[in-house]
């Protein structure tokens, strides 16, 4: 199949904020993900826990709530004090207003969906009415003495619990005051804490609130009475987060130690009627704080200080036994930060604030399979770019002749012309970038770094044609009428001719470079796009979806390739389609034609399209290199699917030539050692 | 159980009471209403359920009502006497009193008379009796005079007896009461004479009355605070004869005896009486409901705003004049039995029902009846031919079983046993092995030589019983201290409670060694300890390092120069077994054992001392023969592992702590675990320390394969 020389790059030092919110959307069945850097993530749990969206985070805008409320609208609060609503479609924020009560450190939707609530550091809870198009003050709730951390309705929608400092108050909604004050105790395991926190509360229908609280309490209050029912002592730590399961059943509650317990309605004895809440399982997903918690119809889901997106899948409710009931760890994000000079052999990474631009090195010598070889050069960090402003980049590229960088924010893109000299580089902004260029969501240069595309937030395409230390601008390419939907991926021939563009939801658009229109559009999948790339010569598009098929569509020809339709009459082998990671990255080889190179987290792989596929009784993937076989039977044995799991997590694996790859790894365990330390806990003895 | 119940007041009107209170308070014919009389010039009819009056009769200005009305059950029509002498008889219609049937008669009316079912009788001053039907006839006609000057009619009652009327009426002259008991029937009249007794100076204050069958039971309240009771004949032997009758004593101080207000009697059944007057000189008036019969006080109320020491009962309410109102207390007395009072149920045992199974068996599907039943049996036929057992067809194997098992040998049970439990796979093999036992320990139960050991061992071999199915086979295992069944039981059975399993620990920890060695108790988790002790000596300095117990280092024990002296005792006590090695496996059975720490240590504190400290001397020797490996097992096939050892010693020290302290053998045996879990608490603390360096190893390790942020490798993928 071959041999190449790797690049194995430890270097890309990417850290994943930690995820501070999520809120689990019933209807369309997806999961929204806060992190500590304001940025907010889309997972549609139906499309394989695909992160399907993505909001960048800002400085200054630390995200402390988020829920979806009126169906399908996602709405987050943070310590700026701002409430803000984001746009699915378009992927950008649709306003941010103020709550003038300082930082909010809760928010919670009507169970009807209509009203939203927020709970300020000042001690005020606001209600606000949603409009069609935007929310609206409507009232203050009696002020209390100190910071509202959590909040939950009723679900008929007339009372409220709010959790603050020592205290749970219940509000009665319809006159905004206190009707009960149930004072949690400071005590713990014996000592008096100087303070109790209730992070977490939840109303229940039948008049019950649960608190969850800094002491490492659970606690179940009777809101009629304001009087304590029960309490559990669970954890030596904060208890810092607590979801409930829509019948009421069951909950979740999540821990500082990194500990997340399930709480079921279970009935006392077999057969009565009388249930009472029972700790049932325990979950040690997390090293580090559990700082939210959601419960899907199916799955505890959970996220903290450790970066993990954890989705825990209830064994009861899962009605078919498949891969999708096991657990989901997502720490990476499904997209690509990572861009390749084939020629100078450059990488360049995207970090929240800045980019890296590094140098490849070298070698001279050659070894068999597995050898490290010596280096001649070692890799060279070139350049520290920061970004200006408090707002993350969204995404970033680097021509494939090296000579461009170019960037973007929410507010602002920005193109550097790189100039090499021996060994020193001058970096030169191209200034003057036009009012259309403000935002990009995907930026891509051709082939021979002439041409620059860039999918802008307003569902447009731009083509600037760069030529010296100038650009021009040739064509923008409108999305059809009547849709506002963002592309996200976009992949250029390697002739320049076609370039595709693909959305979140809609299918894959083709447009023609050269005669500047809509060339076609790829028939609709029910699946959103992960990755796509289009083959030197055929001008194949190969397409990978998030539930791990691959098409091959001929541009030329406007159809899928035989090969295409051949693979989708055998089907993919079922550990393949088992993957739980979705491919990240496309590319090709430019000497062979029948390869296809593709990788997501876990693995790399190449297929080669004239081999037989496998069935689902071949062996998919070999660690061992076949020794001592004949080449009869290695021959019967191969199979298209080259399978290499040596790079992991793999984050990045491109071609640079016809003999060397390019792979980019991060292991956990350096990402766990820039986290802060977890809580210690003893190992031996008492 | 007599109880009043909440009491109501009639009317919120006062009434004109007098200083001695209301006239009286009667029946009407209809069972709710009642005709109140009160001292001054009214009658009142009052409902008593709806706590109002119906009716209201007034006679005029300057008449006084000197007799209390009542109804003439025969005519519903009210009868009254005003002016002593005056006759007034309405009904419901009538409104004014003035303008009613009146008559006048020659003498003065004491009281009328009216109980359901005979006509109203009228009881003149002078101890005449008239019918009021005979009266009304002739109004004037000449009434005599029966009683003597200066005698003075108290009280009167009337009553039926065998549906004869009966009046019976108390006079007093000069502090001496005689009772006159009229017969309608023969027209008698009986004197009698009422003796006083010791108490001579005491006033009898109020009366009442009660029908036995042949007497009439009088009782009467005296000033001296008792009830006595004075039994009249119906039926006088002589009624020409003045008789005398004694009082006897009923009740002690039931009422202060020096009372200011006045008192009241009323008989409410054959057993009860209530009492109205104040039980302290002090207190305030009281209702109080006696028990006569076992004399005791069975309920009282308070009257705190005084009562006129008057007192009516008529179905189930008591009437009387609670401070200006008149007020009903319902009272009511409920059979009761002392099985009701203690809760607990009565349940008769039906013996001829058929007994039914305590075994469900959870494999096949119950509540079928009868179609479950045939489908078994052809399954079990099928089942025959397929291994062609010749067995009767009619009877199945359980069956059969059963009925061996209540009658024959316990050879003959064995073989059968044997033989069903070659079968094995019967869809209800569970049922019939629990069946089984139930039958046998009940056999045994009723047999005290019936013990078929051999057959309960096979039972419990099954592994398809449990403590709960059976737990009467330990409790006899126990009694006949069959250590190898008991043994058995604790390692088949997963819920042996925490008692049984200290009673099975006491057995084997007390029973002789002789009687061990008779004994065939499985011997898989002991390891012959004695085979090892030769390369003991070589390997003992090794072994006590590994594990971080070193005596020889510990300095702070001032107790070691001691040990010291006789180092040759304590290499002895630590290497060799102090136990027989079937005693070893008997108290191995017990560490495995599943026990609950709070429900075994009050059952701990049972076992004698030496026998506690034989057992810790067992399990340091245990603990000992642990750490000389480096895994700390024990060998053997099913060894106590270290953390039951452990337990088990925390166990038995928490229990018996204070008693082993103060017990000379046993201090060496205390010093050597102090000394063990010193070690094992540095053990502990250096292992924390070196955790530390453990994990720097661990990340240079990481290192090591970490190699390096950058690299170029070589790949081929095939």
């Given amino acids: ?686 | 159980m007599a109880a009043l119940e909440e009491e109501f007041t009639l009317s919120s009107v006062v009434l004109s009471a007098g200083p001695e209170g209301l006239l009286g308070v009667e029946q009407s014919d209809k069972t709710d209403q009642f005709l109140v009389t009160d001292s001054g010039r009214t009658v009142i009819l009052y409902k008593v359920s709806d706590q109002k009056p119906l009716g209201s009769w007034s006679v005029k200005q300057g008449q006084i009502i000197t007799c209390p009305a009542v109804c003439n059950f025969q005519t519903g029509e009210y009868v009254v006497v005003h002016d002593n002498k005056v006759l007034r008889i309405w009904n419901n219609e009538d409104v004014n009193l003035d303008k009613v049937f009146k008559a006048t008669l020659s003498a003065e009316v004491y009281r009328i008379l009216s109980v359901q079912g005979t006509e109203p009788l009228v009881l003149f001053k002078e101890g005449a009796v008239r019918g009021l039907e005979a009266l009304l006839a002739d109004p004037q006609q000449k009434i005599e005079t029966v009683i003597s000057d200066e005698e003075v009619i108290k009280w009167t009652k009337f009553f039926i007896v065998f549906r004869h009327p009966v009046l019976i009426f108390i006079t007093e002259k000069h502090g001496n009461y005689f009772a006159y008991v009229q017969m309608f029937n023969s027209r008698i009249l009986t004197k009698y004479t009422l003796l006083l007794g010791q108490e001579e100076n005491s006033v009898t204050e109020s009366f009442t009355a009660s029908v036995d069958r042949k007497f009439i039971s009088l009782m009467s309240l005296s000033s001296d605070g008792c009830i006595y009771e004075t039994l009249i004949p119906i039926r006088p032997a002589d009624p020409e004869k003045n008789q005398s009758l004694v009082k006897s004593l009923l009740l002690k101080a039931v009422v202060s005896g020096n009372a200011r207000n006045g008192v009241a009697l009323t008989a409410l059944d054959q057993d009860h009486v209530a009492v109205l007057g104040s039980p302290l000189a002090a207190s305030k008036e009281c209702l109080s409901v006696w028990n006569i019969k076992f004399q005791t006080l069975q309920t009282s109320k308070e009257l705190p705003q005084g009562t006129s020491g008057q007192l009516w009962y008529y179905g189930e309410h008591l009437f009387m004049l609670h401070g200006k109102s008149l007020t009903v207390i319902p009272y009511k007395c409920e059979v009761s039995s002392l099985a009701g009072a203690l809760g607990k149920l009565k349940h008769s045992q039906d013996p001829g029902t058929h007994v039914v199974s305590h075994f469900v068996n959870w494999e096949t599907p119950q509540g079928c009846g009868l179609g479950f039943q045939n489908s078994e049996q052809s399954r079990r036929i099928l089942r025959r031919r397929k291994i062609e057992v010749s067995l009767q067809p009619e009877v199945p194997p359980s069956k059969q079983l059963l009925s061996t098992i209540m009658k024959d040998s316990e050879k003959h049970i064995e073989v059968e046993v044997r033989k069903f439990l070659a079968l094995k796979q019967t869809p209800d093999f569970h049922t019939v092995i629990g069946d089984t036992v139930t039958g046998l320990l009940e056999r045994c139960k009723a047999e005290p030589s019936f013990y078929p050991r051999n057959c309960l061992m096979q039972l419990i071999q099954t592994h398809v019983l449990s403590y709960s199915l059976c737990p009467d086979l330990m409790e006899i295992a126990l009694k006949k201290k069959d250590v190898q069944l008991l043994q058995l039981c604790l390692q088949q059975f997963p819920d042996i409670p925490e008692s049984v399993t200290c009673a099975c620990l006491k057995i084997f920890l007390s029973i002789g060694d002789d009687s061990l060695q008779e004994t065939d108790v499985s011997m898989e988790s002991v390891f012959d300890y004695s085979n090892s002790v030769h390369d003991e000596k070589m390997e003992e300095q090794t072994e006590i390092l590994q594990n971080g117990f070193n005596p020889e280092e510990d300095k702070c024990n001032n107790c070691d120069q001691e040990l010291n002296k006789k180092p040759q005792d304590e290499t002895k006590e630590s290497t060799s077994c102090p136990v027989v090695q079937q005693r070893a496996a008997l108290l191995n059975a017990i560490l495995h054992s599943a026990y609950s720490e709070t429900f075994l240590l009050p059952h701990l504190k049972d076992i004698p001392a030496q026998h506690i400290t034989l057992f810790l001397k067992y399990l340091y020797f245990l603990y000992l023969k642990c750490s000389e490996n480096a895994t700390m097992t024990l060998p053997g096939i099913h060894p106590p592992t270290l953390n039951q050892i452990m337990d088990w010693i925390c166990l038995l020290l928490d229990a018996n702590f204070t008693v082993v302290v103060m017990m000379p053998e046993a201090k060496r045996l205390l010093i050597n675990l102090y000394k063990l879990v010193k070690s094992q608490i540095s053990v502990y603390s250096e292992l924390n320390k070196i955790e530390v360096s453990f994990r720097e190893l661990q990340k240079l390790n990481q290192e090591k394969n970490n190699r390096g942020l950058y690299s170029i490798e070589v790949l081929e993928l095939f």
């Fill in chain 1, 1 to 686: 199949m071959g041999e190449f020389k790797v690049h194995r790059v430890r270097f890309f030092n990417y850290v994943p904020s930690g995820i501070r919110c999520v809120a689990y959307n019933n209807q369309s069945n997806r999961l929204a993900v806060s992190r500590t850097d304001g940025t907010v993530e889309i997972y549609n749990l139906s499309a394989n826990y695909f992160q399907e969206k993505f909001f960048p985070g800002h400085e200054s805008r630390a995200t402390e709530a988020l829920c979806w409320a009126e169906g399908q609208r996602l709405f987050s609060a943070g310590l700026n004090g701002e409430i803000m609503e984001y746009d699915l479609q378009a992927l950008n924020i649709k306003y941010a207003m103020d709550a003038f009560g300082g930082p909010i450190w809760s928010m919670a939707a009507s169970p009807s969906g209509s009203q939203l609530l927020v709970g300020c550091e000042d001690g005020s809870v606001k209600l606000f009415q949603i409009t069609p198009d935007k929310i609206q003050f409507e009232r203050n709730f009696d002020r209390q003495k100190s910071r509202i951390l959590s909040l939950s309705w009723h679900p008929s929608g007339t009372h409220i619990a709010a959790g603050s400092i020592d205290y749970i108050s219940v509000f009665d909604v319809k006159s905004g005051s206190a009707v009960h004050k149930m004072i949690v105790d400071r005590q713990y395991m014996g000592v008096s804490k100087r303070k109790c926190i209730v992070w977490g509360v939840a109303f229940l229908s039948d008049g019950t609130v649960i608190s969850v609280d800094s002491a490492g309490k659970v606690q179940f209050w009777d809101s009629a009475t304001g009087t304590l029912v029960k309490s559990h002592l669970i954890a030596n730590a904060d208890v810092q987060s607590i979801a409930v399961a829509d019948q009421e059943d069951s909950f979740v509650v999540g821990t500082a130690e990194g500990t997340v317990f399930h709480f079921q309605l279970v009935p006392v004895t077999s057969n009565s009627n009388e249930k009472q809440w029972v700790r049932t399982k325990p979950f040690q997903h997390h090293t580090h704080d559990v700082r939210t918690v959601a419960h899907s119809p199916t799955a505890l889901i959970s996220g903290g200080t450790d970066t993990h997106l954890v989705i825990r899948p209830l064994m009861e409710k899962v009605e078919v036994k498949n891969y999708d009931a096991a657990l989901r760890k997502i720490t990476f994000p499904h997209r690509c930060l990572i861009s390749c000079s084939k020629k100078r052999q450059l990488l360049l990474f995207q970090f929240a604030h800045h980019l890296e631009l590094w140098r490849l090195g070298s070698t001279v010598a050659t070894g068999k399979n597995g050898d490290t070889l010596p280096l001649s050069k070692n890799a060279d960090h070139l350049l520290h770019l920061k970004t200006k402003g408090p707002e993350n980049i969204i995404c970033s590229c680097i021509s494939p002749c090296g000579s461009w960088i170019a960037y973007s924010t929410v507010s602002r893109f920005f193109l550097y012309r790189l100039n090499y000299e021996h060994d020193n580089i001058s970096l030169k902004r191209v200034s003057k970038m036009p009012a259309f260029l403000r935002s990009a969501l995907q930026i891509l240069f051709s082939e021979d770094s002439t041409k620059l595309f860039v999918a802008s937030n307003q569902g447009a395409l731009h083509i600037v044609q760069l030529s010296g230390g100038s650009f021009k601008h040739l064509h923008a390419f409108q999305p059809q009428s009547g849709t506002v939907e963002a592309m996200c991926l976009l992949a250029v021939s390697p002739d320049g001719n076609w370039l595709a563009a693909s959305g979140t939801s809609a299918g894959v658009h083709v447009y023609n470079v050269k005669q500047l229109k809509l060339h076609c559009t790829v028939p609709a999948y029910n699946f959103p796009v992960t990755a796509m790339a289009i083959a030197p010569n055929t001008n194949n598009l190969v397409i990978a979806h998030s539930d791990q098929q691959i098409f091959e569509y001929s541009i030329p020809d406007k159809q899928y390739t035989d090969w295409s339709r051949t693979v989708q009459k055998q089907g993919f082998h079922h550990l393949w389609l088992q993957r739980d990671t979705p491919i990240t990255h496309i590319s090709f080889h430019p000497k062979r034609p029948m390869h296809i190179l593709l990788h997501d987290a876990y693995m790399f792989c190449i297929i080669d399209k004239s081999l037989p596929l496998p069935n689902d009784k071949t062996l998919l993937y070999n660690p061992f290199p076949p020794t001592n076989e004949s080449d009869v039977v290695r021959r019967r044995t191969a199979h298209a699917f080259k399978i290499s799991k040596i790079y992991k997590p793999l984050l990045f694996m491109d071609l640079l030539d016809e003999r060397t790859l390019v792979a980019v790894e991060r292991p956990l365990d350096d990402i766990i050692a820039q986290l802060p330390p977890p809580i210690k806990k003893k190992k031996f003895g008492t």
